[in-house]
């Protein structure tokens, strides 16, 4: 007899592959107690890539009509579209994707008219009449030859509620859309709009048309402006698309920049002037790696306008700043980043008003980044500690393989621009973590990477490691750095220069001298403490 699974289980496995079509497809094929479910949520969004396609899924949903109110939303390049008997059969239908057209094989000067995006006039008029069900339309990557092929466009759906226009442009976006903007705006009625651009050489003008037609009804607004805003038109790049007074009903918008500009937002969202029902404003950054978001974390605030861009938000009655992070995390590690990376915003955070969005992958542990080799073990054996260069520091309990300390190594910028490149710090890691070592009693734990000196944590008395101090900041990067056997004293050797080998005494972490020693390839510590011995790496000891 086989295991039947308990419903619970079904809906908690399919619902995490959701977003998978391969894997909810082989459930269908599979298990029999995953197919109802999987092919429910798989019918939810249908893709196709032409006609042939729509007119074989009609076919099936003809000889199997349970299927048909499943479909949602359906994605079909715009050239391809092909509305009867579609729509007649889909009366659940709320969503259309309009895809751009595929790739031409033939010559390039053929490919580019090829691609551009055409409603056929047949297609529009059915459209009007027998589309009065669909609430949302999204245009994805089109390209459109003028306003009017558009505006076309548009109101072949006179009833829609919802549009999404992520990243498209006019080829003629040279001609005068107000004309075109006022016939949208007296037929159309919506009530959200979205739009993307990620390319900051596509032109803002069709986002001004869209603004226009949707001004006198748009409640809530979504702006992805992912793209770098140059330093010296920032503010009058975007004053155009930005809502005014006239959207008499918006009461939410929603702007999202890359992370690199974020010095520049504070003075963008001063520029808002601001309508009359607008409550709820939402500043969104996207983090395109980890990498970027280490470096923000080491940036001076003041460089970045952290507090300009609190005090600008303020202004609005219900403002928020989230950090959206396109790498997924472990379950455990977003509080962990999210605390660091909302700490600069403390009137916003104590108002909830600071949050991080990120995706969870149940593969990671530990971890979000890879592990550079910063690694140790105590010497009890009791604890590891692995470092990675996304600059946390890992404390593991080698009895059950479990995390016992977590923290992230911020490093001080002592007041001091760091080269900005894009608005946040020099592109390159500032600390990048290379080495770690357990002290003999196992209760300090000692750091060093590209960052000058060497660091010292206490790990035993919370869960939460502190800084004891920084040792030889002066002195440069840290090359091999070591305790006394009899935990003692601290040596370190400096990749300056000189060679410069420094010696603390480990209680007092009071130095007690420092040596040039010339770039020796090899140190090893008496058990006393007293002597050390060094290769030079030309035959000499």
């Not at 459209?127 to 076309?152: D, E, K, M, P, W």
């Not at 710090?425 to 973590?433: G, Q, T």
Request: glycine share 4%; net charge positive.
């Amino acid at each position: 007899m086989p295991l039947a699974l308990p419903f619970e289980v079904i809906e908690r496995v399919i619902d995490h592959y959701s977003d998978s079509v391969a894997t909810l497809y082989s459930f269908t094929l599979t298990c029999r107690d995953l197919n109802p479910r999987s092919t429910i949520v798989l019918l939810r969004r249908v893709s196709f890539k032409n006609r042939k396609q729509i007119f074989s899924f009609c076919d099936v949903l003809a000889a199997k009509p349970h299927l048909r109110h499943a479909v949602r939303v359906i994605a079909v390049p715009v050239t391809e579209f092909s509305p009867h008997p579609l729509l007649r059969l889909l009366n659940n239908l709320t969503e259309i994707e309009f895809k751009p057209p595929a790739a031409s094989p033939k010559s390039s000067s053929q490919s580019r008219s090829s691609r551009r995006s055409v409603i056929h006039p047949s297609v529009s008029t059915y459209c009007r009449v027998s589309a009065n069900h669909i609430q949302s339309l999204a245009l994805r990557r089109l390209t459109l030859y003028s306003f009017s092929a558009l505006s076309g466009l548009l109101l072949s759906f006179p009833k829609i509620k919802t549009l999404f226009c992520l990243h498209f442009k006019v080829e003629k976006d040279s001609e005068d859309w107000e004309p075109v903007g006022r016939i949208l705006s007296q037929r159309m009625q919506l009530e959200t709009l979205t739009v993307q651009v990620d390319d900051n050489s596509i032109s803002l003008r069709p986002l001004e048309l869209l603004g226009e037609a949707a001004k006198h009804t748009v409640q809530w607004l979504r702006l992805n402006l992912d793209f770098i805003v140059p330093v010296d038109r920032s503010v009058d790049n975007l004053v155009g698309v930005l809502p005014s007074p006239s959207w008499v009903h918006l009461t939410t918008l929603v702007i999202r920049f890359p992370l690199q500009v974020i010095e520049q937002i504070a003075g963008i969202v001063s520029h808002i002037d601001r309508p009359p029902k607008l409550k709820k404003i939402v500043i969104e950054f996207r983090i395109a790696t980890l990498k970027d978001m280490v470096q923000f974390l080491h940036s001076e605030p003041s460089l970045i306008k952290r507090p300009e861009l609190e005090t600008a938000l303020l202004q609005f009655s219900q403002p928020h700043i989230r950090f959206s992070l396109i790498p997924s995390l472990n379950d455990r590690s977003e509080d962990f980043w999210r605390d660091h990376l909302t700490e600069y915003f403390p009137a916003l955070r104590t108002r909830n008003g600071a949050s991080l969005k990120a995706k969870h992958s149940l593969e990671k542990f530990g971890h979000d980044s890879r592990i550079t080799t910063a690694i140790a073990i105590s010497a009890d054996s009791r604890w590891a500690a692995t470092g990675s260069d996304d600059d946390t520091i890992i404390i593991w309990d080698l009895s059950d393989g479990s995390i016992s300390q977590e923290w992230f190594v911020q490093t001080p910028t002592n007041g001091t621009a760091a080269g900005v490149a894009g608005g946040l710090a020099d592109p390159h890691p500032r600390r990048h973590l290379t080495s770690l070592c357990f002290s003999p009693d196992s209760l300090y734990l000692m750091s060093t990477g590209l960052a000058p000196g060497v660091t010292v944590w206490n790990i035993c008395r919370s869960d939460t490691p502190y800084k004891v101090a920084s040792l030889g900041d002066d002195n440069g990067v840290v090359q091999r750095f070591m305790w006394s056997p009899d935990g003692d004293s601290i040596l370190a050797k400096f990749s300056n220069l000189n060679g410069i080998m420094c010696k603390w005494e480990a209680s007092t972490l009071r130095q007690l001298g420092a040596h040039r020693t010339g770039h020796g390839v090899l140190q090893v510590l008496s058990p006393n403490g007293r002597w050390l011995l060094q290769v030079t790496g030309v035959s000499r000891v």
